[in-house]
């Protein structure tokens, strides 16, 4: 299946969940306005073209489960750009959900993203015990332990020298473990041994944290048309960043440092099992920036 059918079913079956039966038109024209507002749904791309590298034909189920990923992702973006957060008007080139709609109902479509996702996952027709799997990784990606966190510790480094490793633990959470999930996820879903699932969990970690640091530089380099968003927030926050840490080169050079080591850790998974990592690099490539520290590509 080609990428573009892809994103398109990732949508439709998002729609779809919400269409089914409506409580409130608002609320559902609030969430449907932040999901359907672009953006690159690299988690649950990564999901679905590494369940098609292992061999799976993909069914309706794996698209909910890539869905509920994308799900997370986006009412973590609508709670980020709230004043109280992250503050910003504009998200994917167009006003944020809080702007839109205000910030009471943005509160609560996030709210509403983050916790029909789960649903969505327990409706998908897979055997329970990999849909219980599934339902607790996506748990600990998402919240406590992982994005929400993560989120509470970058908060808390505002305005304070921050170490190196205190930044990787902080983004390893915040933004790692969901760009993680897609990996684990694959590995529950075609059932995988233990020692290849540890490989592309680590894989994933490896990914989560190169799109971080690529986060931080397009953050000084780019403009608001090659993001859509305010550039230079980290800055004026006083976040701790790659740049301000190892420098706008050195960033760059650790970044390309995590792609290489994740695309070493793909290939070995290739030959441990019958998997062709192809599409999964090509997506890596396509993170890759250029000289002056843009990406090469703005569609993923």
């Known amino acids: 299946m080609k990428q573009d059918e892809k994103l398109v079913r990732i949508g439709r079956t998002i729609e779809n969940f919400y269409v089914q039966k409506m409580v409130s038109a608002d609320l559902i024209e609030a969430i449907l306005y932040s999901i359907n507002a672009g953006g690159k749904r690299i988690r649950p791309l990564l999901l679905l073209e590494l369940l098609e590298g292992m061999g799976l034909e993909l069914t309706e189920a794996h698209f909910q489960v890539a869905a509920a990923l994308e799900m997370i992702h986006t009412g973590s973006l609508i709670h980020d750009d709230l004043p109280a957060m992250d503050d910003d008007d504009y998200r994917r080139g167009r006003l944020t959900s809080h702007k839109k709609f205000g910030e009471d109902m943005a509160i609560l479509a996030g709210d509403s993203l983050f916790l029909d996702s789960y649903a969505l ?78 490989k592309l969990r680590k894989t994933g970690q490896l990914l989560g944290l190169a799109f971080q640091v690529r986060d931080d530089i397009l953050d000084e380099t780019a403009s608001f048309e090659d993001l859509g968003k305010t550039p230079q927030k980290d800055v004026a926050a006083g976040k701790a960043t790659y740049p301000a840490i190892l420098g706008l080169d050195g960033a760059k050079h650790f970044f390309e440092e995590q792609l290489s080591a994740a695309e070493i850790l793909l290939a070995e998974v290739e030959m441990d099992i019958d998997f062709s990592g192809y599409a999964i690099r090509k997506i890596i490539e396509s993170l890759r920036l250029n000289d002056e520290g843009k990406s090469r590509c703005s569609s993923l």
């Not at 998402?142 to 993560?150: E, K, L, P, Q």
């Not at 205190?166 to 993680?180: D, F, M, R, Y």
């Open 121 to 198: 996952v327990a409706e998908a027709a897979l055997p329970s015990q990999i849909r219980a799997n599934l339902i607790a990784e996506l748990s600990q990606a998402a919240g406590t332990f992982g994005m929400v966190g993560g989120q509470v510790l970058d908060m808390q480094g505002e305005g304070r020298d921050v170490s190196l490793e205190e930044l990787q633990v902080i983004h390893a959470n915040k933004t790692g473990k969901l760009l993680t999930y897609p990996f684990i996820a694959a590995g529950l879903i075609a059932e995988l041994a233990e020692p290849q699932q540890e």
